[in-house]
């Protein structure tokens, strides 16, 4: 069984690609379900952020378990096979492991070096979790890619910006305001990334927080938020939104939504009310930062005068969405070295199996031995038996220590599966009862309506150049 991953994110495709992709909150349960109902997958975890969708399984079979994560892709995205491929990254065993953990350092990120990824990750997990869908393996992947993420983050300087979406968002609206301080945001989603957008408003001085979300419950609580920062805040349900952005200067979109939730028609009434609105009005222009996925504000609304619109595509090409070379640097060096011990520790729980298979293996000879020996010698006493037994037992743990430790030692090499089944060859061990674990499969083609003719794109680790790891 291995780890198959089959992602669209923002280095691999354009923002209108990944708005039909998206998987919301409400979407990954069921799509976890249908993906544990499917003949190949036995563990399932779907990454969704912003900018990407990526979805981790655990699979028998690499063209059974490709097959089944397109079919699913397909029909939650509406998007024909061929247009989804184009725009697709594949990662199978090893560099699907090496992937995740550049995406939990933040170094596959739009703003490299943003800790949120962590605490989507971890989200992710939870919901797999939930449901049951996590095993043995994709616990320990998710747990170390999260240490990973963790290392980096406090090794290395690759946030000390604390750059984040919402951070760069917010600096390209300052360059169309000026200054955000004493001015009055709209938060529309009370979300983590609504949160996020709270933290980064108070930080920058804003004068008047009005969080807007369908739920006025955790409308509240987000406002309650704000205003522990010292910021007078208010929340309003999500039907007032006209009302709210009349009053504002910055509006930052974050709800997840399926379609636009901030319209051309509701923009033309704000800015109409902006003088009668219930929060005084100003007369500096309307920036909304959408960071939506799919997008919040409807594509026409970026052509009203006075109304500036900065979304994700425009911050895919934002310079302050990068890390410094050296801490960059630093971070896929961890990554690296977290890979190489993670990979360890994998073939080497790989091989226990066959080191439990030798020694029952052993303990059988030994009581098969004692019995003949009970057979020949029926008269010996009890005490003379037991010494006898525990000597046996003592020259065949000393005989297997050596290599049993050795044979672990060597399976955390490139490579060490091949001591393992020397050592089922040589003591004669049935591949069931040690449970082989079977070789990494050869890919000559790939085969299916989804594979097909990606073979060489597979075997380099990605379908296309804009699909390759960080």
Do not use: W
């Amino acid at each position: 069984m291995s780890v198959l991953l089959v992602g669209i994110s923002h280095r691999s495709a354009p923002v209108a690609v990944l708005e039909k992709v998206a998987i919301t909150d409400a979407d990954r349960p069921k799509l976890i379900d249908r993906m544990l109902a499917s003949s190949h997958i036995s563990e399932a975890m779907i990454v969704s952020t912003c900018n990407r969708v990526e979805v981790y399984a655990v699979v028998d079979a690499f063209h059974g378990g490709l097959a089944e994560i397109g079919d699913l892709l397909t029909k939650h995205s509406g998007l024909p096979l061929p247009d989804l491929t184009k725009h697709a990254y594949v990662r199978y065993s090893e560099a699907a492991a090496e992937h995740l953990f550049a995406v939990a350092s933040g170094l596959d990120s739009m703003v490299v070096g943003e800790q949120q990824v962590l605490s989507q990750i971890r989200g992710a997990y939870a919901t797999a979790d939930a449901q049951q869908a996590v095993g043995r393996t994709m616990h320990e992947l998710a747990q170390h890619a999260l240490r990973v993420g963790k290392r980096v983050h406090s090794e290395t300087g690759i946030d000390r910006a604390g750059a984040s979406v919402v951070s760069v968002a917010l600096d390209r609206a300052k360059q169309v305001l000026g200054d955000l301080v004493g001015r009055t945001a709209v938060v529309v989603g009370a979300g983590a990334m609504g949160g996020l957008a709270v933290a980064h408003l108070s930080r920058a001085g804003i004068g008047r927080i009005i969080v807007v979300n369908r739920t006025i419950d955790r409308a509240r609580r987000l406002a309650e938020t704000a205003g522990s920062y010292g910021v007078e805040s208010s929340a309003l349900e999500l039907s007032r939104l006209t009302e709210a952005m009349a009053a504002a200067d910055v509006v930052v979109t974050c709800t997840g939504a399926v379609g636009a939730v901030v319209t051309l028609a509701d923009t033309h009434r704000a800015l109409a009310d902006r003088d009668r609105a219930e929060f005084p009005a100003t007369e500096r222009p309307l920036v909304f930062c959408d960071l939506g996925l799919p997008r919040d504000v409807e594509h026409a609304v970026a052509g009203l005068p006075g109304v500036s619109v900065i979304d994700i595509e425009t911050l895919q090409r934002d310079p302050a969405a990068g890390a410094a070379a050296d801490d960059t640097a630093a971070a896929r060096s961890i990554v690296a070295d977290e890979l190489a011990r993670y990979l360890a520790g994998q073939r080497m729980a790989e091989v226990t199996p066959t080191v439990a298979a030798l020694r029952q293996r052993a303990a059988e000879v030994v009581e098969a031995e004692l019995l003949r020996l009970d057979s020949r010698l029926p008269g010996l006493a009890d005490p003379e038996r037991d010494e006898v037994a525990r000597t046996v037992r003592r020259v065949v743990d000393k005989l297997l220590h050596a290599p049993t430790v050795r044979v672990k030692q060597l399976a955390s090499t490139p490579g060490g599966d091949s001591y393992a089944e020397a050592l089922r060859e040589l003591f004669e061990l049935k591949p069931g009862a040690a449970q082989a674990v079977a070789a990494p499969m050869e890919i000559s083609t790939l085969t299916g309506e989804f594979g097909a003719g990606l073979a060489d794109d597979f075997t380099a680790g990605h379908f296309g150049e804009e699909g390759k790891s960080a």
